[in-house]
Nanobody
Framework: VQLQASGGGLVQPGGSLRLSCAAS????????MGWYRQAPGKERELVATMSRDGRTNYADSAKDRFTISRDNVKETVSLQMNNLKPEDTAVYYC???????????????????WGQGTLVTVSS
């Protein structure tokens, strides 16, 4: 099972973007889904996560500007980013901590899945 992220791009300061992430393959359930980002020369950091029952966790930098949401039927996660700032420029990665999937005529758990990353550039 792989995660596919989309929605990045170039936006001016103060603008908005919506990132989306979907799992390929047959996925029965995902525990915690979230978004992380990595800016040039920096380590990857948490942006926001959401558990299957709706509990959220945001980085201080994302509070009041970003909103994470998920669809437990489609097993997708989205990140609505408003009032973007140049310091939000980074590659954004979606993540799933534990997936219950169908694989080769059987079901199994897979852990720590990452999407390929989508670039968000905030610049005038």
């Amino acid at each position: 099972v792989q995660l596919q992220a989309s929605g990045g791009g170039l936006v001016q300061p103060g603008g908005s973007l919506r990132l989306s992430c979907a799992a390929s393959g047959t996925v029965f359930s995902i525990n915690v889904m979230g978004w992380y980002r990595q800016a040039p020369g920096k380590e990857r950091e948490l942006v926001a996560t959401m558990s299957r029952d709706g509990r959220t966790n945001y980085a201080d930098s994302a509070k009041d500007r970003f909103t994470i949401s998920r669809d437990n039927v489609k097993e997708t996660v989205s990140l609505q980013m408003n009032n973007l700032k140049p310091e939000d420029t980074a590659v954004y990665y979606c993540h799933a901590d534990r997936l219950y999937v169908h694989y080769k005529d059987a079901e199994r758990y897979e852990y720590d899945a990452w999407g390929q990353g989508t670039l968000v550039t905030v610049s005038s």
